[in-house]
């Protein structure tokens, strides 16, 4: 279906209504204008006989009937009522109306209509047409007191009028037309060029093309544009994320693989040598350490997938309080590998954090862990700071780890940074992702900083105002 232009659409509807409009107007011209002259007229005639009626009879003088005569613009005419002879009367009135500068080629009053003004108080209106001179004089009679009282107003032939004002008005109104539709074409183009320009753009958009329009009226197309741009930058962004959320996918999925195969590669290969009889009485043990070493890959896995799936169990807590669990539970490990905790305390009691405490707490025991695991000089550094807003915990220790190593390596799915120090702990590469993973969960943040040989750890956590104030 070939669809149509709008700029097309509304020029052709808005010339039609002009055109319905303009044709409305010649009918009303040809067929309402004449009628509605015509009574306007004889509303005249009458309200001016009403107001010589409404005079007392002293004052029906000649200058008060002229004066009125001069306000309403119409010919009044008084004389004694003379029924005997009434071409003489018809005559005295004749004389007035050429007095008045009235010319008029047919106007009589016939006996008949001075004898029905005699026997009625009401007013008689008739009106003479005046033949070639394309007019009709109308007028309203009465009698009061034994005189004729007649208003009268010339009134034009409107048929000949109206065809002439209707032709006039055909050509200048053609002409006003074909500008109106002129403008009015440029006009809905100018209206409807930025929407097809939307209509390019969001085509483009929808093959994963995500421009955008610096064309924005000041209009609602303009907020329109703006929308669209807004949704363009935000699909860009969102396929950003998808891409990379993919890329990472796969990279987890390449490291999830290569860290099971080496585990059941141990395995397969020392159950063989035990079918085979080569055991020397340590197959068995390689065997269960290996097990060991997957089931805690996949706990670890298992963990790292709910993070995002399960909802936050969030409440009021003291962070000081998770910490101090974390570190009298590796107290026992710390002590046996000779390690030294140096914690900085501080004078007040910190403020409470709104917050998951399992997961803060398994924040606090991934941190402490990984730094029993790979501290070079038996000594563990923990500060805390606290702020209007916020708390900010760090933890840190010395390292083998070269000068110009990038951290954010760490943060990477089982990436294992150096071999672990300690052979009961050893790494899977999910503990420091699985940090990050909580930490930005709740909308806190975490950052590594390597200073010279110093692996630097600071957690800054949003203080819970509401709680505290």
């Known amino acids: 279906m070939k669809s149509k232009k709008i700029s097309t659409t509304l020029t052709v509807t808005l010339s039609s209504i002009l055109i319905a409009s303009f044709i409305l107007m010649f009918l009303l011209n040809t067929l309402i204008l004449p009628h509605y002259y015509f009574s306007k007229m004889e509303d005249k005639v009458s309200q001016v006989m009403t107001s010589i009626k409404a005079l007392p009879d002293t004052k029906r003088t000649t200058d008060a009937l002229n004066q009125l005569e001069n306000t309403q613009q119409v010919t009044i005419l008084k004389l004694k009522n003379d029924p005997a002879n009434i071409d003489d009367f018809n005559e005295a009135l004749n004389t007035q109306l050429n007095r008045k500068r009235v010319a008029l080629n047919r106007f009589w009053i016939t006996e008949e209509t001075l004898t029905q003004l005699q026997k009625s108080p009401s007013s008689i209106q008739r009106i003479f047409d005046q033949g070639k001179q394309k007019s009709s004089f109308l007028v309203e009679m009465a009698m009061m007191k034994d005189t004729f009282y007649l208003v009268g107003v010339s009134t034009v032939d409107f048929t000949e009028t109206v065809e002439i004002i209707n032709t006039f008005n055909l050509i200048s109104l053609s002409v006003t037309l074909l500008i109106i539709i002129v403008l009015i074409y440029f006009s809905a183009k100018k209206i409807t060029d930025p929407l097809v320009n939307l209509k390019t753009i969001a085509e483009e958009i929808s093959t994963l093309t995500f421009v955008t329009t610096t064309d924005i009226p000041s209009n609602e197309i303009g907020e329109l544009a703006i929308s669209i741009n807004k949704m363009s ?237």
């Open 233 to 469: 930058h935000a699909l860009a962004r969102y396929q950003q994320n998808l891409l990379a959320t993919n890329k990472q996918l796969k990279q987890f999925t390449a490291d999830l693989t290569h860290e099971l195969k080496t585990p059941i590669a141990v395995i397969k290969a020392y159950g063989s040598g035990i079918e085979d009889g080569l055991d020397d009485g340590t197959y068995l043990s390689v065997i269960l350490q290996q097990t060991q070493r997957l089931n805690e890959i996949v706990d670890q896995m298992l963990t790292y997938a709910k993070l995002e799936s399960q909802p936050l169990q969030k409440n009021s807590l003291q962070l000081s309080e998770c910490w101090n669990q974390s570190a009298m539970a590796l107290t026992p490990m710390m002590k046996k590998e000779h390690i030294l905790l140096l914690e900085a305390k501080t004078d007040q009691p910190l403020s409470t954090i709104e917050a998951d405490p399992t997961l803060i707490k398994r924040v606090f025991d991934n941190l402490l862990t990984n730094s029993i695991k790979y501290t070079t000089d038996k000594e563990i550094q923990v500060t805390w700071r606290e702020t209007a807003t916020l708390i900010e915990f760090s933890i840190s220790n010395q390292t083998n780890l070269p000068t110009g190593f990038d951290v954010d390596k760490l943060w990477e799915a089982f990436y294992v940074y150096e071999k672990s120090r300690n052979k009961d702990l050893s790494g899977t590469g999910l503990g420091l992702p699985i940090i990050k993973s909580i930490m930005e969960e709740h909308g806190f943040s975490i950052e590594a900083k390597l200073v010279h040989h110093l692996l630097v750890f600071t957690l800054t956590f949003h203080k819970n105002e509401t709680k505290n104030s």
